[in-house]
């Protein structure tokens, strides 16, 4: 963790704060002494969480209520946190919605329910903390959550991927427009962190988990706490010159499932004596 005070007379605003990696990121945040604004739609989750983090660090957490799909909510949401904490140094863009589904399933609904939340959501937060900011003259660090298959794309979370991607565009974008504003822009792609939220829709029966974690050479999951150090740090004074970053942090999954070999991991010492033997005797033919 950082020092202790890193954030302190800081504003941090993060967005699905009530719950899972939101809330672990908060609760860093106001460890290290930021006054924290958590959003989501569920107001009573987000007043309970408020008031569990404030009472082990001892810092004010607001809740605000806010649909990110919707332009008006957040537009609402922006003016509160002003009213209520002033314009934010800090800005966490960590709502998301997803499921896994094969595509042939998806309704026009269900793909426009998730870009919704993911790519107009982070835009809308964006674009509005933005222009406030910018009226203000106040610079600030924003970051996205977004995931290992932004990049290399995934089956059967098709919107995800294509919405995690189009975030990752903007902040890449917006990392080279407004930083003459004092704005920063980075983006984390964790890979696979056991939460509530996100394993009950993309391992609704738990048979997954098992897989991910041969696949992972650091041999498990990732925990809140380990996102939350990543993020407070990129988000902290401490990497004022990291911007326009895209930070994979997934102990190695994402190589380890593009290295054609890597399944290799399998084969024991005898079968290697086995294999080098027979490589040698093929020696110069
Ligand atoms: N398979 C296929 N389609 C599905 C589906 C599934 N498992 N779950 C939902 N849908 C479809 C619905 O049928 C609906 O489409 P339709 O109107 O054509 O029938 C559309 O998606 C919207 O679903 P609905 O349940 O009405 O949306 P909601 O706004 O109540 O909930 C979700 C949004 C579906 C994203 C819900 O999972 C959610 O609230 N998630 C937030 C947290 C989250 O996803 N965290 C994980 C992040 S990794």
Same mark, same amino acid.
């Given at each position: ?29 106001? /460890?290290? !002494? %930021? ?29 605000? @209520? ?16 002003? @009213? ?10 960590? %709502? ?7 595509? $042939? +399933?998806?309704?026009?609904? %269900? ?15 964006? #674009? $509005? ?35 995690? %991607? ?10 080279? $427009?407004?930083? +003459?504003?004092?704005? &920063?822009?980075?983006?984390? @792609? ?16 738990? $048979? ?11 041999? &498990? ?8 150090? #990543? ?12 911007? !326009? ?25 005898? @079968?290697?004596?086995? /294999?080098?033997?027979?490589? +040698? ?5």
């Amino acid at each position: 963790m950082l020092p202790l005070n890193t954030f302190k007379g800081k504003v941090a605003f993060i967005t699905g704060g009530g719950t899972g990696l939101g809330k672990g990121m908060t609760t860093t945040l106001s /460890m290290l !002494g %930021a006054e924290c604004v958590i959003s989501s739609r569920k107001l009573d989750v987000l007043k309970e969480t408020a008031n569990e983090i404030t009472s082990q660090t001892g810092n004010k957490v607001h809740a605000i @209520q806010c649909d990110v799909r919707d332009a008006d909510s957040v537009k609402n949401a922006v003016t509160e946190l002003i @009213q209520v904490a002033g314009h934010p140094d800090v800005v966490i863009n960590n %709502a998301a919605g997803n499921f896994i589904s094969p595509s $042939e +399933r998806l309704s026009a609904n %269900a793909w426009r329910t998730i870009t919704d939340i993911v790519l107009n959501g982070t835009a809308y937060i964006t #674009l $509005e903390v933005g222009k406030e900011l910018i009226k203000a003259g106040k610079g600030a660090a924003f970051l996205a959550i977004t995931t290992i298959y932004a990049e290399s794309g995934s089956g059967f979370v098709v919107p995800s991927a294509s919405a995690k %991607a189009g975030v990752e565009a903007m902040y890449k974008s917006l990392a080279g $427009e407004w930083g +003459r504003y004092g704005m &920063r822009f980075n983006v984390i @792609q964790p890979g696979p962190i056991k939460t509530k939220g996100a394993f009950s829709r993309l391992d609704p029966t738990g $048979e997954f988990a098992g897989d991910m974690v041969t696949r992972i050479p650091c041999g &498990r999951l990732g925990t809140a706490g380990e996102i939350a150090n #990543l993020a407070t740090y990129l988000c902290s004074d401490y990497a004022n010159w990291v911007s !326009g970053a895209i930070i994979r942090m997934d102990g190695g999954e994402y190589v380890f499932m593009a290295g054609e070999f890597n399944n290799l991991k399998k084969v024991t010492n005898n @079968q290697w004596d086995i /294999m080098e033997k027979l490589i +040698r005797k093929t020696k110069g033919s």
